[in-house]
């Protein structure tokens, strides 16, 4: 990519983070007071965004999407585009929760196409790689919180529609309470598993280049994480509640004990080399 139009696209996705905020925000906290400025830098994000297509599609006098990074970009600006539209349109804000993380990550990835210089130190790379394993350890356990939570809840319900209760339903918290768990573990761990993410594709960038994307632990991290985002949306924007959101979220662990497998084998294999 042009120099210059990868430093356009750095500055959209500093924008697009905005969004990023609002949405764990919204997630965590149930307020959404951040939209209008998160919307805003989006809008503004968009420019820079379009200057960047621009400037790269002069420099190498074509169309840029003609490698996976170009096409991520492109995809990144015409989903920023249909969801201004359809905001413009029908002012739907709940769309933002699902839209905002995704477009961000999408552009965070499309700046990767460049190698950059090596760590400044050795110090300043294991506290990046311990911070990435801390926030993933984290996002795990809020993640685990939610599971017990949707596993409890289904027993509970299927206790009552037996209407004949065993002695071990009357110690579980109410349906309310349940569902109160498993909406605040699961959008504190939705950030916390977003943040890793974000930590460990830039560390993985920095360790091995553009080589980063051909690891299979990396395309795995991707899926778990949609797979979550989904939920996300899911439950915020389309209201899914009860029943529905727990065996999501029990599916969701699954993917996350793959990811979690993955990235352990993976890992030993390295070692061994």
């Given at each position: 990519?042009?120099?210059?139009s990868?430093?356009?696209l750095?500055?959209?996705?500093?924008?697009?983070?905005?969004?990023?905020?609002?949405?764990?925000?919204?997630?965590?906290?149930?307020?959404?007071?951040?939209?209008?400025?998160?919307?805003?830098?989006?809008?503004?994000?968009?420019?820079?965004?379009?200057?960047?297509?621009?400037?790269?599609?002069i420099?190498?006098?074509?169309?840029?999407?003609?490698?996976?990074?170009?096409?991520?970009?492109?995809?990144?600006?015409?989903?920023?585009?249909?969801?201004?539209f359809?905001?413009?349109?029908?002012?739907?804000?709940?769309?933002?929760?699902?839209i905002?993380?995704?477009?961000?990550?999408?552009?965070?990835?499309?700046?990767?196409?460049?190698?950059?210089?090596?760590?400044?130190?050795?110090?300043?790379?294991?506290?990046?790689?311990?911070?990435?394993?801390?926030?993933?350890?984290?996002?795990?356990?809020?993640?685990?919180?939610?599971?017990?939570g949707?596993?409890?809840y289904?027993?509970?319900?299927?206790?009552?529609?037996?209407?004949?209760?065993?002695?071990?339903?009357?110690?579980?918290?109410?349906?309310g309470?349940?569902?109160?768990?498993?909406?605040?573990?699961?959008?504190?761990?939705?950030?916390l598993?977003?943040?890793?993410?974000?930590a460990?594709?830039?560390?993985?960038?920095i360790?091995?280049?553009?080589?980063?994307?051909?690891?299979?632990?990396?395309?795995?991290?991707?899926l778990?994480?949609?797979?979550?985002?989904?939920l996300?949306c899911?439950?915020?924007?389309?209201g899914?509640?009860?029943?529905?959101?727990?065996?999501?979220?029990?599916?969701?662990?699954?993917?996350?004990?793959?990811?979690?497998?993955?990235?352990?084998?993976?890992?030993?294999?390295?070692?061994k080399?």
């Open positions: 990519m042009a120099e210059m990868v430093i356009w750095r500055v959209a996705a500093a924008l697009y983070s905005l969004g990023l905020l609002h949405a764990i925000l919204t997630l965590v906290r149930r307020k959404d007071r951040l939209f209008r400025v998160a919307l805003s830098a989006f809008g503004m994000g968009a420019m820079f965004h379009f200057v960047s297509i621009v400037e790269e599609g420099f190498n006098h074509r169309c840029p999407i003609t490698n996976f990074y170009e096409t991520l970009s492109m995809c990144a600006f015409l989903t920023v585009l249909v969801y201004l359809v905001h413009w349109r029908y002012k739907v804000a709940s769309l933002s929760v699902f905002f993380p995704l477009v961000f990550v999408m552009t965070l990835v499309a700046t990767l196409g460049n190698p950059v210089s090596a760590w400044s130190s050795p110090v300043v790379r294991n506290v990046w790689l311990t911070v990435h394993i801390v926030l993933v350890l984290l996002g795990y356990a809020a993640l685990l919180f939610t599971a017990v949707s596993v409890l289904l027993f509970q319900e299927r206790e009552l529609k037996a209407r004949k209760p065993r002695k071990f339903y009357y110690r579980l918290p109410p349906l309470t349940l569902d109160d768990l498993i909406s605040k573990s699961m959008a504190v761990g939705f950030a598993i977003t943040l890793a993410v974000i460990g594709v830039t560390w993985a960038f360790e091995v280049k553009t080589a980063w994307i051909e690891q299979p632990k990396i395309a795995i991290s991707f778990t994480w949609g797979v979550y985002l989904a996300v899911l439950r915020v924007a389309a899914w509640r009860g029943r529905k959101a727990a065996i999501m979220t029990v599916t969701l662990v699954g993917f996350a004990a793959l990811t979690w497998a993955a990235h352990a084998r993976i890992g030993a294999i390295f070692l080399q």
